[in-house]
């Protein structure tokens, strides 16, 4: 069975750029997390998407956002990015709100030059 | 708000000795889950031992148990043989059963298993 699977791993951009950033769950998973990793900040919680639905979200500016396809694959845009930006972003899947574990992916490690 | 604390930042452990990892948490709520991740150099979070609130018997997987404290909001781990692969970043978290579908993490622990 197949893990969570973010993609790109890596990623380098420039001050005022956008990036998107893809999460694939596990097979059967609906509710996809995002989680933002700083050496600063630790693990903040960015939102999370239930079948298609925003059901929760984190203290980031509007300069994130996310959406969640029927397939349950999750994407996180970051627009007009700064430099404190840079970050390892997390994805985590889980079947259901009611389920407590969450399988995480290997991250996707975002420079903002 | 919930708030997980960790206050040892770095830990070391000869290999199988025993360690314990400290973690504190502070909530107003009676039912929730608590977590232990590690986290190793390929960054993926993996789920260690897991929590419940209203079990008053304290969560064991293998070498790993923890001792949870409800009234004094104290949540540790134990990892007893310790291996080479047990070197890792150790994150203690903690998840609303009732609210929000988001678990909140301490600042981590870097645990270093000496040969």
């Known amino acids: 069975k197949a893990g969570v699977t973010q993609t790109p791993r890596y990623l380098i951009k420039t001050r005022g750029q956008q990036v998107t950033l893809s999460c694939s769950p596990i097979s059967g998973h609906r509710s996809v997390s995002w989680y933002q990793q700083t050496p600063g900040q630790g693990l903040q919680f960015l939102f999370e998407y239930f079948s298609e639905t925003q059901r929760n979200k984190g203290n980031f500016p509007g300069r994130f956002s996310g959406r969640q396809f029927s397939n349950s694959r999750s994407e996180m845009n970051v627009s007009t990015l700064e430099l404190g930006d840079s970050a390892l972003y997390l994805c985590?899947?889980?079947?259901?709100?009611?389920?407590?574990?969450?399988?995480f992916g290997q991250g996707t490690r975002l420079t903002v030059v | 708000a919930q708030t997980v604390t960790q206050s040892q930042p770095e830990m070391s452990v000869q290999e199988a000795e025993t360690v314990t990892l400290s973690c504190t948490y502070d909530t107003s709520e009676n039912n929730y889950y608590l977590f232990w991740y590690k986290q190793p150099p390929s960054r993926q979070m993996i789920l260690v031992i897991r929590?419940?609130?209203?079990?008053?018997q304290n969560a064991t997987e293998n070498r790993f148990s923890v001792n949870f404290q409800k009234a004094a909001k104290s949540f540790s781990l134990k990892i007893s043989d310790s291996q080479l692969g047990d070197t890792a970043m150790y994150f203690c978290a903690f998840k609303s059963i009732s609210g929000a579908n988001n678990l909140f993490f301490g600042t981590g622990t870097r645990l270093t298993v000496i040969p």
């Open positions: 985590a899947s889980s079947l259901a709100q009611e389920v407590t574990e969450a399988f």
């Open positions: 929590q419940e609130a209203y079990k008053q």
